[in-house]
C-alpha cells in the first residue's frame, strides 16, 4: 500500500508501521521505545505523527506510544479492556476512529492477549488492510501462553476463534502483522513480514486446520522457551513507560570506578566480537556480542535491577548499545569501562583467556549444544548435551564434569554461554567457532535430528 512504511526490529522480530494519513499527519502502529527509526521515517516524508496505537499490552518491547504522546502530541489508540494507566482513547469491537479520509476500525481479536485489538484501515467502505498485531502472522499466529500458563489453552480457543474473524476480510485486504520471523511471540516463527488475507487462507497451516481442536494442538506444539523479561514487560506497558526526557549516554567509567562497582555486585557485559572476548575480557564478565539479538540475551539472562557496566570497542555505537537495552527495559546501565579491556590490562588487574576451537577440532562428546529445543532436533552433533542458553544458569550442575565446549549456530551464544559457566566457577569451557553444519562438513559426519 502506498503510504505504508513498515520498519523491522530484526533483533526481537517485529514490526512496527507508519501509515500515510495524506494531509501531512500518520499513523504508528506498535512503535517500540527506541522510536529512532520510526521517527527518521516520518521526518523524510515530513509527517506530523498525529496517532499511535496498540494491537496488544506487548511482552517483549516497552511500547513507544506514550513517548510518541509526548514528543509529538499524538492520541493513543487502544483497548479499552487493557486497563492502561496512562491517557488514550479506548477501543472496543467495532469502533471507528475518522483519521481525516481514511477510518480505522477496531476488531477485538483475543488470544495472544485477552485485550487484543486489530486495527482495519478503510477507504469508505473499502478495507486496505489490517494490522493484525499478534492475531493472525504470516503463516502462524501469535503464541498464547505469555499472559498466564493455566490460560493457555483458553485463550488458543480464542485465538482459534479471532483467526476466523480475520480471514472473513475479503481476499485483497493486506496483513499486516507485528510479530514476525525471530519473534519469540511468533508461533511457529515464520520467515515473512506482511501478506493478505487471501494468501494467509491459502496457506497457513493453523488458517487451515480441520477445526479448533486441531488449531489448538498444532499452536500449542510450536510453543518453545521465551525470554525472561517477558514476564514482566506487559505490566511495565499496562502501567505506562516512563517518558523520555534525553538521550541515553553512555558513562565513562575509569577501572577503580569499575572495580568499585562490580565489588558491590554490578555485572559487567562485554560486547565486543567472540575473537576480541576469547582474547582476554575482565573475569567474571558476561560476553552478549552486539549485534540484532544483543537486546534479548541481555534481558533474558542478566538482572534488569543490577547495576550493568559494559565493556566495548572503540568502533562499536553506545547509542546501539544504549536503545535496544532501554527497549526491553534494562535501564541500569552505570556507564562504560573508559578505555576498555586495553585499560583494564595497563592497570595490571587480572584478564582471562577463553580457548576457541574449530569444528573439526571438537569431541563430540564435550559439546553443550546451546541453542534453542527447536534448533536442536532439527539437527545436531551426536552425543552433544543440549542445554539452551536461556535456561543455562539453571541446568549447568547437569552438564558432566570435565572440558566442555559450548557450540550454537555460529559462535555468539557459545561465547555468552562459556562466559556464563565461567562464571559459576568452570574453567575448563572453550567456544567452537562455528555450529553443527560446520561439525558435519568437517567430520563428514551425519548429524542426529528429531
Known amino acids: 500500500m502506498d503510504g505504508l512504511t513498515a520498519l523491522v526490529d530484526e533483533g526481537l522480530g517485529n514490526s512496527?508501521?507508519?501509515?500515510?494519513?495524506?494531509?501531512?499527519?500518520?499513523?504508528?502502529?506498535?512503535?517500540?521505545?527506541?522510536?529512532?527509526?520510526?521517527n527518521k521515517a516520518a521526518a523524510k516524508r515530513g509527517l506530523q505523527i498525529a496517532y499511535a496505537a496498540e494491537t496488544h499490552l506487548h511482552a517483549d518491547f516497552?511500547?513507544?506510544?506514550?513517548?510518541l504522546a509526548n514528543d509529538h502530541d499524538a492520541q493513543i489508540l487502544a483497548s479499552a479492556a487493557g486497563g492502561r494507566e496512562f491517557a488514550?482513547?479506548?477501543?472496543?469491537?467495532?469502533?471507528?476512529?475518522?483519521?481525516?479520509?481514511?477510518?480505522?476500525?477496531?476488531?477485538?481479536?483475543?488470544g495472544h492477549t485477552p485485550e487484543h485489538l486489530s486495527y482495519l484501515?478503510?477507504?469508505?467502505?473499502?478495507?486496505?488492510?489490517?494490522?493484525?498485531?499478534?492475531?493472525?502472522?504470516?503463516?502462524?499466529?501469535?503464541?498464547?501462553?505469555?499472559?498466564d500458563p493455566a490460560r493457555t489453552e483458553e485463550l488458543a480457543r480464542a485465538q482459534y476463534r479471532s483467526l476466523r474473524r480475520l480471514v472473513e476480510l475479503p481476499d485483497a485486504t493486506a496483513l499486516w502483522p507485528t510479530h514476525g520471523a525471530g519473534s519469540f511471540c511468533s508461533a511457529p516463527a515464520g520467515a515473512q513480514r506482511t501478506s493478505t488475507i487471501g494468501d494467509e487462507k491459502a496457506a497457513n497451516p493453523l488458517v487451515l486446520a480441520a477445526n479448533e481442536n486441531v488449531f489448538v494442538e498444532t499452536l500449542l506444539l510450536g510453543l518453545g522457551s521465551y525470554p525472561a523479561y517477558f514476564d514482566r514487560l506487559g505490566e511495565?506497558?499496562?502501567?505506562?513507560?516512563?517518558?523520555?526526557?534525553?538521550?541515553?549516554?553512555?558513562?565513562?567509567?575509569?577501572?577503580?570506578?569499575?572495580?568499585r562497582l562490580l565489588a558491590d555486585g554490578a555485572q559487567l557485559v562485554d560486547v565486543r566480537p567472540v575473537v576480541d572476548y576469547a582474547a582476554g575480557h575482565v573475569p567474571g564478565?558476561?560476553?552478549?556480542?552486539?549485534?540484532?539479538?544483543?537486546?534479548?540475551?541481555?534481558?533474558?539472562?542478566?538482572?534488569?535491577?543490577?547495576?550493568?557496566?559494559?565493556?566495548?570497542?572503540?568502533?562499536?555505537?553506545?547509542?546501539?548499545?544504549?536503545?535496544?537495552?532501554?527497549?526491553?527495559?534494562?535501564?541500569?546501565?552505570?556507564?562504560?569501562?573508559a578505555g576498555g579491556i586495553t585499560a583494564w590490562r595497563e592497570t595490571g588487574s587480572e584478564i582471562r583467556s577463553t580457548r576457541l576451537m574449530n569444528p573439526d577440532q571438537i569431541d563430540p562428546h564435550s559439546v553443550v549444544d546451546v541453542r534453542q529445543e527447536s534448533e536442536h532436533d532439527s539437527g545436531r552433533v551426536p552425543g552433544a548435551h543440549l542445554a539452551e542458553l536461556g535456561r543455562l544458569t539453571d541446568t549447568a550442575s547437569e552438564l558432566p564434569t570435565g572440558p566442555v565446549t559450548a557450540m550454537c549456530g555460529h559462535g555468539e551464544r557459545a561465547a555468552t554461554a562459556a562466559s556464563l559457566l565461567e562464571r559459576a566457577g568452570r574453567d575448563d569451557v572453550s567456544i567452537v567457532v562455528g555450529g553443527p553444519s560446520d561439525w558435519s562438513k568437517a567430520s563428514g559426519r551425519p548429524l542426529e535430528a528429531g
Not at 482513547?89 to 476500525?105: F, K
Not at 555505537?317 to 562504560?336: K, M
Open 16 to 38: 512496527a508501521f507508519l501509515l500515510d494519513l495524506g494531509d501531512g499527519r500518520a499513523l504508528a502502529v506498535d512503535p517500540s521505545l527506541d522510536l529512532r527509526a520510526v
Open 62 to 67: 516497552l511500547s513507544g506510544t506514550r513517548q
Open 88 to 110: 488514550h482513547r479506548g477501543l472496543a469491537d467495532g469502533d471507528e476512529v475518522d483519521l481525516g479520509g481514511l477510518t480505522v476500525r477496531a476488531i477485538g481479536t483475543p
Open 121 to 147: 484501515i478503510l477507504d469508505g467502505a473499502t478495507p486496505l488492510g489490517v494490522f493484525s498485531g499478534g492475531s493472525l502472522l504470516v503463516g502462524a499466529a501469535a503464541r498464547t501462553d505469555l499472559v
Open 236 to 259: 511495565v506497558n499496562r502501567r505506562g513507560p516512563k517518558v523520555l526526557t534525553t538521550s541515553p549516554e553512555l558513562a565513562r567509567l575509569d577501572t577503580g570506578d569499575v572495580q
Open 285 to 337: 564478565s558476561v560476553s552478549i556480542p552486539l549485534r540484532a539479538q544483543f537486546a534479548t540475551w541481555l534481558g533474558w539472562l542478566l538482572d534488569p535491577q543490577t547495576p550493568t557496566v559494559i565493556v566495548r570497542n572503540p568502533g562499536q555505537d553506545p547509542a546501539e548499545i544504549l536503545w535496544p537495552a532501554l527497549t526491553i527495559g534494562h535501564d541500569r546501565i552505570a556507564g562504560e569501562l
